[in-house]
């Protein structure tokens, strides 16, 4: 695993963690002003949800991902109910990738942006994403790119987007309702015919979806080669090329999956 902050002196915002039946990869969704109506932030929120939800994937074998998400989100949710207004539509959100194995399957859950990449022994790499957030900002891009950053006009056409988070016809995320979980997308495979996999925030899945310095394959290559960490470098690169922000960025890579 690795996980680096955006920047030096930002919290990072992404949570990864495992057992040896589980992974977990949670990508903080931080939104400007988020610290006036909770007190505890999205750092928080990403580390508290992750460690719950690994918590229940690996003590309640029995019961899905999604329902264990859903689980999740319900406590920590009521962690911070009292305090914070949990229910604003800047309150701390984020994505989630999970990886169990069950019965000789493994199981997978994307919610969000982030990225699972299933490295399979006969066949090319199957690349789990969740493809929602990307199509509902495509149709608030030419407004945005109209205004300027930071005008009030540009912050109302935001307040549009943002309004698609979690409502039928837009995106989904982890955030007060646990019901998202169930729009979550699933499935499972034999162990068998996996050799690895990846789990990869926003941050670092941008080497393929938006610097084009791989694709899928070529990751895989990399990260048996050099590691995560060679990843996470050439992002950074690109992004200093490109004078694009920086982003948080995490990867998980399993590479023993356990026998079928």
Same mark, same amino acid.
């Given at each position: 695993?690795?996980?680096?902050?955006?920047?030096?002196?930002?919290?990072?915002?992404?949570?990864?963690?495992?057992?040896?039946?589980?992974?977990?990869?949670?990508? =903080?969704?931080?939104?400007?002003?988020?610290?006036?109506?909770?007190?505890?932030?999205?750092?928080?929120?990403?580390?508290?949800?992750?460690?719950?939800?690994?918590? $229940?994937?690996?003590?309640? !074998?029995?019961?899905?991902?999604?329902? $264990?998400?859903?689980?999740?989100?319900?406590?920590?949710?009521?962690?911070?109910?009292?305090?914070?207004?949990?229910?604003?539509?800047?309150? !701390?959100?984020?994505?989630?990738?999970?990886?169990?194995?069950?019965?000789?399957?493994?199981?997978?859950?994307?919610?969000?942006?982030?990225? $699972?990449?299933?490295?399979?022994?006969?066949?090319?790499? $199957?690349v789990v994403s969740d493809p929602r957030e990307v199509i509902v900002s495509?149709?608030?891009?030419?407004?945005?790119?109209?205004?300027?950053?930071?005008?009030?006009?540009?912050?109302?056409?935001?307040?549009?987007?943002?309004?698609?988070?979690?409502?039928?016809?837009?995106?989904?995320?982890?955030?007060?309702?646990?019901?998202?979980?169930?729009?979550?997308?699933?499935?499972?495979?034999?162990?068998?015919?996996?050799?690895?996999?990846?789990?990869?925030?926003?941050?670092?899945?941008?080497?393929?979806?938006?610097?084009?310095?791989? =694709?899928?394959?070529?990751?895989?290559?990399?990260?048996?080669?050099?590691?995560?960490?060679?990843?996470?470098?050439?992002?950074?690169?690109?992004?200093?090329?490109?004078?694009?922000?920086?982003?948080?960025?995490?990867?998980?890579?399993?590479?023993?999956?356990?026998?079928?």
């Open positions: 695993m690795t996980s680096a902050a955006a920047r030096s002196g930002h919290a990072n915002e992404d949570f990864t963690g495992a057992t040896p039946t589980a992974a977990v990869l949670i990508d =903080g969704a931080g939104i400007p002003g988020t610290e006036s109506i909770c007190r505890h932030g999205v750092a928080w929120y990403a580390s508290r949800l992750g460690g719950r939800l690994l918590s $229940l994937l690996s003590l309640v !074998p029995g019961r899905s991902p999604s329902a $264990l998400l859903a689980e999740a989100i319900e406590q920590v949710t009521d962690d911070h109910r009292d305090t914070c207004d949990v229910a604003n539509p800047i309150s !701390p959100s984020a994505t989630v990738v999970v990886l169990r194995r069950s019965d000789g399957r493994i199981e997978h859950l994307v919610l969000g942006d982030s990225v $699972l990449v299933l490295d399979r022994a006969e066949a090319a790499p $199957l495509r149709s608030y891009r030419s407004a945005l790119e109209a205004t300027v950053a930071g005008s009030d006009e540009y912050h109302r056409v935001l307040r549009q987007l943002r309004a698609n988070r979690n409502q039928p016809g837009g995106f989904w995320l982890a955030k007060d309702d646990p019901r998202a979980a169930d729009e979550a997308i699933t499935g499972s495979c034999p162990i068998s015919e996996l050799t690895g996999a990846v789990l990869l925030s926003n941050g670092a899945s941008r080497i393929v979806d938006r610097f084009r310095l791989a =694709g899928w394959p070529g990751v895989l290559a990399i990260l048996a080669a050099s590691g995560p960490g060679e990843i996470i470098h050439r992002v950074r690169e690109a992004e200093a090329r490109h004078a694009v922000p920086a982003d948080d960025a995490t990867i998980a890579h399993c590479t023993d999956l356990g026998e079928a």
